[in-house]
């Protein structure tokens, strides 16, 4: 390095501080020295001034140094502690009226905010990697290129290695590769460690030391989803077999007493009038059993909403002058226009104000139709003054009814409708109100 780069280099900071006391004091001790040596003054008077003004002087100024530079010293150590992630150094309170004071006060300050902050860092760490490691799903981290982070326990179990086989492989070498691409959530078919079975996926993206990294959460849901099948097959079988041998009894009765009636040598005067009586039944109960297995297939074969604008109060003022019955109230909501199909949205309220009449009429009350809106949904309310709700375990069971000529899927074709719109619907009693609400809750965007 030549003397001029020497040159244009910035002088520190102390031989700055050191530099500016030798100038600031460069007059007096000039001036002393002067009248030291511009006056007929004896030489040992001489020497002796020139000894203490030149001590004096650069005294002074390392003092001035040092008085400089301790402090910002001290700062500086306390900020490298705290970057080393020590918050345990402090610097001495100095007079809070005094600048210096003020700069230590707020650095140990600082310190112990930054103390507070690790602290409650760690602590959620720890509870984040227990929940994660305790959970029953798995969760596995994916960087940029497909290659494994990051797995919990669930995940080391579902896959069947330990985490350190697992880290560092991609995601096709474990079978994963699908369930990082398409949809979210969405159940997939997936062979995990050579066993097949369905899952639950969930993707979502984070960054971790400024990279993108894919995190995926797979449930598996066969054993769920075969308890359900289970369960809904039971009740389906339970209550197909009530139908059944509803219409089967009276059937197969009645044809034992015409057969046992054809084999007699002479027949009975009232025997045309019973054959007829009996053939009568026997129609009425096909009947029956054709309207619920129609029924039955109404509610397997319910198609996609075709969605269209559709005003509310129209709507519900169209529905209630359907029931021909008695007098639906309506009690007017906001002006509201929802995105939905009006004609499947007709047969879900069709069946709500049909069941709340069917419930006033026995007890002599009235139906009152209502609506309100908040941002994202409206919300349909039917009333009735019946006698309230006789079984609420079985209200949405498939072709369970109490009613004596009852298909049993009013309910359940009306909570399909109203999920196939992402909507819900719910069934309570109007405590302590007479009879019974039905709340049928739509988005206002489906």
Excluded at 127 to 144: N, Q, S, Y
Excluded at 225 to 245: C, K, P, S, T, Y
Excluded at 377 to 406: I, M
Aim: with cysteine.
């Amino acid at each position: 390095m030549d003397s001029s780069e020497r040159r244009r280099r910035p002088a520190r900071h102390e031989r700055s501080v050191v530099a500016l006391a030798f100038w600031s004091g460069l007059p007096g001790a000039a001036f002393a020295l002067w009248w030291a040596w511009g006056q007929p003054h004896p030489l040992h008077v001489q020497l002796t001034v020139t000894l203490v003004v030149v001590a004096a002087w650069l005294g002074g100024a390392m003092v001035l140094r040092e008085r400089v530079a301790w402090p910002l010293q001290t700062l500086a150590n306390i900020i490298a502690a705290i970057r080393e992630g020590d918050y345990g150094i402090r610097a001495h309170p100095g007079d809070p009226e005094d600048a210096l004071g003020v700069a230590y006060l707020e650095i140990n300050t600082l310190g112990e905010m930054l103390r507070g902050q690790r602290l409650r860092a760690v602590e959620a760490d720890a509870l984040l990697r227990r929940v994660t490691a305790e959970i029953d799903v798995g969760v596995f981290a994916f960087d940029a290129g497909g290659t494994l982070r990051l797995v919990n326990r669930a995940g080391t179990r579902m896959l069947r290695r330990s985490a350190d086989e697992l880290i560092g492989r991609s995601a096709g070498e474990l079978g994963l590769a699908g369930a990082l691409d398409g949809e979210s959530p969405r159940t997939l078919d997936l062979t995990v460690a050579g066993a097949s079975g369905r899952w639950e996926v969930r993707r979502s993206s984070f960054r971790l030391d400024g990279r993108p990294h894919a995190l995926l959460v797979l449930t598996e849901v066969s054993r769920a989803l075969r308890a359900e099948e289970r369960d809904a097959w039971r009740r389906l079988i339970r209550v197909l077999g009530h139908e059944i041998n509803n219409s089967l009894a009276p059937i197969k009765s009645i044809a034992g007493s015409l057969r046992a009636q054809l084999g007699r040598p002479v027949r009975a005067a009232d025997f045309d009038a019973d054959l007829a009586a009996g053939l009568g039944v026997i129609e009425n109960r096909t009947e029956s059993l054709g309207r619920f297995l129609a029924a039955y297939s109404a509610l397997a074969k319910l198609p996609p909403p075709r969605l269209a604008p559709l005003r509310v109060a129209e709507w519900v003022a169209r529905v209630a002058a359907l029931e021909p019955r008695l007098s639906v109230s309506i009690r007017p909501g906001a002006d509201v226009t929802i995105t939905a199909d009006s004609d499947q949205l007709d047969q879900a309220l069709i069946n709500l104000v049909r069941n709340a009449a069917d419930a006033a009429l026995e007890s002599g009350g009235c139906v009152e139709l209502s609506w309100t809106a908040d941002p994202a949904a409206v919300e349909v309310r039917v009333d009735d003054e019946g006698p309230g709700l006789p079984d609420p375990g079985n209200l949405f069971v498939p072709f369970f009814t109490t009613k004596l000529r009852g298909t049993g899927i009013g309910l359940v074709l009306s909570r399909q409708i109203a999920e196939a719109h992402g909507g819900t619907l719910a069934l309570e009693s109007r405590v302590p109100l007479r009879g019974a609400r039905a709340r049928l809750r739509l988005p206002r965007s489906a």
